[in-house]
């Protein structure tokens, strides 16, 4: 146990309880620590963006940036019961895997599934990450994302199969693509073989990115006329997810 890293942790819960700014002193008394010890602890969660001195009394309190943290992980919360019953109808629909994703800077993570009914599905798991611009939720996410978003795959990309697509040239193609239908297709898995796909992405109520839903199955049988079939489906559950976010067109 790295005892430096629950110190400081006990730190921040104390602030975090306080009505008050408190005084180095004061920590040191109530955690048992020295001055010295909290104002090193003090320093380094100043530094990176954690804490604020209140200079007139040289006193400390937490920042927002704790707050900011948990509101990511409660929306997350949110939108996985927001979205359940989209997803439920998707995959009655399709008969095919339904993830929900949202986009951590250049990986797309999976918050919630539902498992095709059929032997051969798509193998993913909730709380894995896959690389943005290989996988449909991904590319369906960019498309809503400014172009030099773009620009920070590009020490990143590379082939994970023999399909995937390898260039920024590419990636622009792709999203430019998915802009332009709505939706955005993986017809052959350039992040696992043999995985096809289509996901929509979902917007909150000021028409800000907030997640993706898609499907996916093999390509032995989600081929390119049966995805286009699915994509009108997929768009409505995200339409579906989007208004009851509080999204609207108008």
Not at 102 to 112: N, R, S
Not at 176 to 200: F, N, P, S, T, Y
């Amino acid at each position: 146990m790295d005892k430096a890293f629950v110190k400081g942790l006990r730190l921040v819960e104390t602030l975090a309880l306080s009505d008050l700014p408190r005084g180095v002193s004061d920590l040191a008394a109530e955690l048992e620590m020295t001055k010295s010890n909290v104002h090193r602890l003090l320093q380094t969660l100043q530094a990176h963006g954690y804490v604020r001195q209140v200079p007139a009394n040289s006193t400390y309190e937490l920042t927002t940036k704790i707050w900011e943290l948990g509101s990511h992980v409660i929306r997350r919360m949110d939108l996985i019961k927001i979205a359940r019953p989209a997803m439920t109808r998707l995959a009655e629909q399709t008969g095919e895997t339904v993830h929900l994703s949202v986009l951590e800077d250049i990986d797309v993570i999976y918050l919630d599934k539902i498992e095709s009914a059929h032997h051969i599905r798509a193998n993913t798991s909730v709380g894995s990450r896959a690389p943005a611009f290989t996988v449909a939720t991904g590319k369906a996410m960019l498309s809503h994302m400014p172009d030099d978003y773009l620009e920070r795959f590009t020490p990143h990309l590379r082939a994970y199969t023999e399909t995937t697509r390898t260039t920024l040239a590419e990636l622009r193609e792709d999203v430019a693509q998915a802009r332009a239908q709505g939706h955005a297709l993986v017809l052959h898995g350039e992040w696992r073989d043999g995985i096809a796909a289509c996901a929509c992405a979902i917007l909150g109520r000021s028409g800000e990115l907030v997640g993706a839903i898609g499907i996916s199955g093999p390509d032995s049988r989600l081929k390119r006329k049966q995805l286009k079939l699915i994509a009108p489906q997929v768009m409505e559950a995200a339409e579906a997810i989007s208004a009851a976010l509080g999204y609207s067109r108008r």
